[in-house]
């Protein structure tokens, strides 16, 4: 059971990384977003989820 929790933070990680990128912010910002992101995979998710850069991309 502890995987299926790894693999969904792992792939929501993957999904905020991309989205990360896909936007206007300065290069250094997309950078310092995904390092917290890599260094606190559950923390920085939710921290970029209320308080990061949102992607270009509308879905």
């Known amino acids: 059971m502890n995987y299926i929790f790894g693999i969904i933070i792992f792939v929501l990680d993957v999904l905020a990384i991309a989205s990360i990128i896909n936007t206007n912010a300065s290069t250094g910002t997309k950078i310092l ?6 260094i606190l995979p559950v923390i920085g998710l939710i921290i970029w989820y209320f308080a990061g850069p949102k992607s270009n991309i509308s879905l």
């Open 33 to 38: 977003w995904i390092a917290i992101i890599v």
